[in-house]
């Protein structure tokens, strides 16, 4: 699939790796809608450095709690486009919890947001045509994932089984909607911080990386581009983690 002039929408696009993306999409002559849900500013932008390189692309705010509000989300964001060809669930919440510790609160919105909402998103998405009379031949969803849905990891237990939950749906999904939609993943690795954190926490995270490369958003970014061009790949994941989940697993099988 070519992607200029197909219309995209990006959860989480205002910042850090969905800023990326958007970035990437725009440069390739999609039309990018740049979703957000506290980052207004950031988001407008955005937008407006895009428009400034000779892009198309758009803002649109909105909850992802609730199937009512991620079929708006999908709604609004074919509105402002004039349609919507690709959905890319980039948005997602981490906290680094000790399970015995986690308020309910806490878990279910782990779950809702990482989980939950991309699949209602999904959901609404490929029901755009008998909604709304959208013409949608060729649909495509890319869910981000973590590259720890491969294994087992202590800490974050509410973020690792909302990973991994939405990493069973790519692939049901993909058969679900199959002929009509693709439906993959991409799992980065360590790549940024989290907010207060400098550079030496991700170096600390990452542990052995057989590349020894430092992964940057725009490796992830390009991991999504492919699989949004790939007309004969679904239910696929590509793990961009600098061969860092290979690494572990041979570990645990020695």
């Known amino acids: 699939m ?4 197909k219309r995209v929408l990006v959860t989480g696009g205002a910042v850090r790796i969905g800023r990326a993306i958007c970035e990437e999409l725009a440069g390739l002559g999609a039309v990018v809608v740049v979703h957000y849900r506290k980052s207004e ?3 407008k932008a955005l937008v407006d450095l895009l428009r400034g390189k000779g892009g198309e692309a758009y803002a649109v ?3 992802l ?3 009512e509000s991620c079929r708006k989300l999908i709604q609004d ?3 402002v486009a004039s349609g919507l060809d ?4 980039n948005a997602s919440v981490f906290h680094k919890d000790v399970f015995i510790d ?3 609160d806490k878990f279910r919105n782990e779950i809702e947001i990482n989980a939950f909402a991309p699949m209602f998103l999904s959901q609404a998405f490929a029901n755009l045509e008998r909604d709304a009379g959208v013409d949608l031949p060729h649909g495509k969803i890319i869910n981000l994932l973590d590259q720890r849905v491969a294994g087992f990891e202590t800490g974050g237990l509410p973020y690792i089984l909302s990973k991994k939950m939405l990493s069973d749906f790519t692939k049901l999904a993909a058969l679900e909607l199959a002929p009509k939609f693709t439906v993959n993943a991409v799992a980065p690795g360590p790549v940024l911080p989290p907010p207060g954190k400098g550079d030496e926490y991700v170096r600390e995270l990452a542990g052995a990386m057989p590349l020894k490369c430092r992964l940057t958003p725009e490796d992830v970014a390009r991991a999504v581009v492919y699989l949004l061009e790939a007309d004969a790949v679904t239910g696929q994941t590509i793990f961009v983690d600098g061969g860092q989940g290979v690494g572990r697993t041979l ?4």
């Open 102 to 104: 986690v308020a309910e």
């Open 86 to 89: 690709l959905l890319v669930n």
């Open 251 to 254: 570990n645990d099988e020695r």
């Open 77 to 79: 964001a074919a509105e």
């Open 2 to 5: 070519n992607l200029e002039e």
């Open 41 to 43: 500013s950031e988001a």
């Open 65 to 67: 709690a609730g199937a």
């Open 61 to 63: 705010g909105g909850e």
